[in-house]
């Protein structure tokens, strides 16, 4: 078999000092990261099973919510295909960065900084094109190159599924607790069993189960609509040995003030919606204490 120079002769100074110096920087990485991370109590990773069952807008009214009791929260999204907190949270533009080279985080509120896929894109419609080492990547960025400073709460918004980004935090963020969100049909709920799943298999701790789409009153005639079944999440987190968070009502206005970029937890007039999740983040609150 044929071999080049640098194979003969073990390795060539070049590629040495090229190794070495990408290894240094990996631990420069690494030693940003644990620092960043040490400044921050509570990390809150926000699952779900699969799509479309309202989990990034849940993940971003409970930071709002979180912020609003005084909390000082961060609002990471790691759904790098998919990004759509920032639409949520009527932040736009790109992210400042400082004379540090650190990247400023998009400020909500006094209480409440957020930084998202859409804040690094000149083109919000383009597509982010990547295979998992790349996704790993952004996530450390995300963790170890924005200046986050000192949080109470690190809330990570995660894609559907049990892939890269979820796997990626899990590994890279000791401590973190899995909130995961479902709707009541059983399609979501079989789902739902597979992330339950996946954090057993990666040892990340659930914090709880919040049942989201649920029942509602018409609000023609106070009649009970379910229009995804009802009491399913509550019964397999039973089967599952997770702790139930509660059941949110389906809510029109959720969709409305998530188009408009003002998270309903900010609005200051109470709902049925925003009733009970505050109900859930005093639960996840106290789960932390």
Wanted: glycine residues 12%; aromatic residues 4%.
């Amino acid at each position: 078999m044929a071999t080049d120079e640098n194979t003969a002769s073990g390795c060539s100074s070049g590629s040495c000092a090229s190794g070495g110096g990408q290894s240094m920087a990996a631990k420069i990485q690494e030693q940003i990261i644990e620092s960043s991370l040490a400044k921050i109590k509570h990390k809150l990773l926000v699952m779900s099973g699969k799509g479309g069952v309202g989990k990034s807008s849940i993940a971003a009214n409970t930071a709002v919510a979180l912020s609003r009791r005084g909390f000082r929260v961060g609002l990471m999204d790691v759904d790098l295909h998919g990004p759509s907190i920032a639409g949520i949270m009527g932040l736009k533009g790109l992210l400042d960065v400082g004379e540090d080279h650190f990247a400023i985080p998009k400020a909500f509120n006094d209480n409440l900084k957020v930084v998202s896929m859409q804040s690094l894109l000149q083109n919000g419609d383009d597509p982010v094109i990547w295979r998992g080492p790349a996704k790993t990547g952004v996530i450390r960025q995300f963790i170890g190159d924005v200046r986050w400073g000192e949080l109470d709460f690190l809330v990570i918004d995660s894609p559907p599924g049990t892939g890269d980004e979820p796997l990626s935090v899990a590994q890279m963020v000791p401590g973190a607790k899995a909130l995961i969100v479902t709707t009541p049909q059983d399609v979501a709920l079989s789902d739902v069993r597979k992330s339950i799943n996946f954090c057993k298999a990666v040892n990340l701790d659930v914090l709880g189960l919040v049942e989201n789409m649920g029942p509602f009153a018409c609000p023609c005639c106070g009649k009970t609509i379910e229009v995804f079944k009802s009491g399913g999440g509550g019964r397999t987190a039973a089967e599952m040995g997770v702790l139930f968070l509660g059941t949110l009502p389906f809510e029109p206005q959720v969709v409305k003030a998530s188009d408009e970029g003002k998270p309903l937890l900010n609005e200051a007039a109470e709902t049925p919606f925003t009733r009970e999740l505050n109900a859930v983040v005093e639960k996840i609150v106290q789960r932390f204490q």
